[in-house]
């Protein structure tokens, strides 16, 4: 069993890296052909550029300053919008008079508040962490809202009927109940909160990678650009990554349900 998981790992890791292969290949010969502007970069002077940034002390800092707001922001809205979703999603009337508030604040669009922010805070850290935990709040405070109302309803005239503490309540139906799809909100905000966090620091030219890649744009240095967005794209993917890795083990008794 555990030689056929083996090689279908190995099997599964070799088609990924085809499939990177492929696509570097289908860029770079779409630079030869010319069809893009003269300026935009091949695959080997990203891949210099790339290698040129691990070793600046800009790029770290960068990536450090970006990082901080980006998980600082996400935290703040997790920490919210599980709080808020719990006390909503387990008193009907409460859901039903807050549904169509839930309803407009997922659908603003976060960024166009940006110059507000600004006007207030500032082109700082602060404004940002601001924007971050206001784009990530509605996937958590959604997702958890929809785990409180999962609960069963046969349990729940059960722990009516023998009067169970509200705290044990909290504890053994609600939270395991919600667990789940607090997790796949979590997941979901943390690759917006680097999403946002690099897209504000574009606009608004806050520190961060988000500027590097502005300034880059400026100086016409596009190798710089692209391995600035390059590393924005590892940095999510490596943080889903670890979501995925932490859900699994942390979830074992879910998935076994779905199953």
Do not use: H
Not at 147 to 171: K, N, S, Y
């Amino acid at each position: 069993m555990k030689t056929q998981i083996r090689a279908l790992d190995v099997g599964l890791t070799s088609q990924r890296l085809l499939a990177v292969a492929v696509l570097l290949m289908v860029w770079q010969l779409v630079i030869w052909s010319g069809s893009l502007p003269s300026m935009t970069p091949g695959v080997p002077a990203i891949a210099t550029a790339i290698a040129n940034a691990l070793t600046s002390t800009l790029f770290w800092t960068s990536l450090a300053q970006t990082m901080t707001a980006a998980v600082s922001g996400w935290l703040i809205a997790v920490s919210a919008g599980t709080v808020l979703g719990l006390v909503i999603g387990s008193v009907p009337t409460l859901d039903r008079s807050a549904s169509i508030l839930i309803d407009f604040g997922r659908s603003f669009p976060v960024l166009a508040l940006m110059p507000v922010v600004i006007m207030v805070l500032g082109a700082t850290a602060q404004m940002e962490i601001c924007v971050v935990s206001l784009s990530c709040l509605w996937p958590v405070l959604v997702q958890t809202i929809y785990g409180a109302r999962r609960m069963d309803t046969a349990v729940v005239d059960t722990a009516r009927t023998f009067q169970i503490p509200r705290l044990l309540w909290f504890r053994r139906i609600l939270l395991p109940s919600a667990t789940p799809f607090i997790s796949t909100g979590v997941r979901i905000s943390a690759s917006i909160a680097i999403l946002v966090s690099v897209g504000v620091e574009v606009l608004s030219q806050a520190p961060g990678i988000g500027r590097q890649i502005t300034l880059a744009q400026q100086a016409q240095r596009w190798d710089q650009a692209f391995a600035y967005l390059f590393f924005a794209g590892i940095v999510g993917w490596g943080i889903a990554g670890l979501l995925n890795l932490a859900e699994g083990k942390l979830l074992k008794w879910n998935r076994r349900t779905n199953d």
